[in-house]
């Protein structure tokens, strides 16, 4: 690779994991620690800068990586399962390496050889990529202002972006932009680039701490060579977009786990029955007991699903051809709106059985419901639930893009 690129091979050798089973345990390892500060760092807006260097550091950013690259490329279903993990125990850090993974599917799909070698060994080294993608002020979330211009060898990009997750982060600024003829292009840049401003101004009332904040570019320069076609990803079947979207499902789901166990603790511990229900403790509540249940029914609905739709994006992987990629597409879909929904369900019912008492600033059970409310709004499934029907009614594939 070029040398700008050569700038950003700074950092050291990540744990290889060398399984399946080995990922999903050190997921759980890390989380029962991150859960610890997850309150807090929500309270105090405290990011998670030592969390994301363990996480690096532990190997889970490279389990997507393939095997001919050194990695183990594990199911999607056990990257959703990794991701709901995380996203229990807190769910900024589960959120952060979304773009990170949806970046490497991209770079599988169309990345040459020489930046499928190089970009690969770097998140096998540890590295983080954040994203540069979506905009404000476009006609619609799809349209983006910022342009790659050549320049010599090389290329140029100015424009701004908004809800850059994980930029703070980052080791590499994936920046997505249209070129002269209008086509998507995803460009590597090392984070400290000259030209790159990051801005920390993320600031709605949930998932406060995943850095979402603004990236400014003025004409950045990149090299050729570390320009990925992006357009290509959507040009003919793929699973791009399915990827990304069974971690944004994942997210939900470990937010609606982490409702359902925070409820089932202040119910048995702290709640008292309601005056009617003619029982001396809270959790002796039929009607409590029957709404624990349903939640139960709907996160376990919730989990096979997700498996489901993990699978089929593994067989289209595998075998990518039109047919496997739609049933990936409407998999991963279905998922999606059934995680939506229970996440905000869930979140909403701890209140319903908890009463007044927890809605006490101090003990800021509220973080759930705001984060389950600002993740689910990132793209809506009113329109998943209009594609499948259109699929299944009327023939219509679904479109190709990085929101299905």
Do not use: C
Request: aromatic share 6%.
């Amino acid at each position: 690779m070029s040398s700008v690129t050569r700038l950003a091979e700074h950092q050291d050798t990540a744990h290889r994991i060398a399984s399946e089973e080995e990922a999903l345990a050190v997921a759980r390892t890390l989380a029962a620690d991150f859960a610890s500060g997850a309150s807090r760092r929500d309270y105090e807006r405290a990011l998670p800068h030592t969390e994301l260097d363990r996480l690096s550091a532990s190997g889970l950013l490279a389990i997507t990586v393939p095997a001919e690259y050194g990695g183990i490329d594990v199911s999607n279903a056990v990257l959703a399962e990794v991701t709901a993990i995380l996203s229990e125990a807190d769910s900024s850090i589960g959120q952060i390496p979304q773009n990170h993974f949806y970046i490497l599917e991209a770079l599988r799909h169309d990345g040459s050889e020489a930046q499928k070698r190089f970009y690969f060994g770097r998140a096998l080294a540890g590295d983080r990529f954040g994203n540069a993608l979506s905009e404000v002020g476009t006609k619609t979330v799809g349209d983006y202002n910022t342009r790659i211009t050549r320049d010599g060898a090389g290329f140029r990009i100015n424009g701004r972006k908004f809800y850059s997750t994980g930029v703070l982060f980052a080791h590499w600024v994936a920046i997505f932009a249209l070129d002269e003829e209008g086509l998507l292009t995803m460009s590597f840049a090392p984070r400290e680039t000259e030209g790159i401003e990051i801005v920390d101004d993320w600031d709605g009332f949930g998932q406060r701490t995943t850095g979402s904040g603004t990236t400014i570019l003025r004409d950045v320069y990149v090299p050729a060579d570390a320009v990925v076609p992006h357009q290509k990803g959507f040009e003919r079947p793929g699973t791009i977009g399915s990827v990304g979207q069974i971690i944004h499902a994942a997210i939900d789901l470990g937010i609606a786990r982490a409702a359902l166990k925070e409820t089932i603790g202040y119910v048995r511990d702290r709640a008292r029955p309601w005056t009617d229900s003619g029982v001396e403790r809270a959790a002796d509540d039929p009607l409590t007991i029957a709404r624990i249940g349903e939640l139960a029914i709907r996160v376990e609905a919730a989990e096979a699903t997700l498996e489901r739709a993990g699978r089929k994006v593994d067989q289209a992987q595998v075998n990518l051809d039109a047919e496997n990629a739609v049933a990936a597409t409407l998999a991963v879909a279905a998922a999606k709106v059934l995680t939506t929904e229970l996440a905000i369900d869930a979140t909403n019912v701890l209140f319903e059985l908890a009463g007044t008492s927890a809605t006490r600033r101090g003990l800021n059970l509220e973080r759930h419901w705001r984060n389950a409310r600002t993740h689910t709004l990132h793209d809506p499934v009113r329109w998943k639930y209009h594609v499948v029907g259109n699929y299944h009614l009327n023939g219509v594939t679904p479109p190709r893009s990085g929101a299905l």
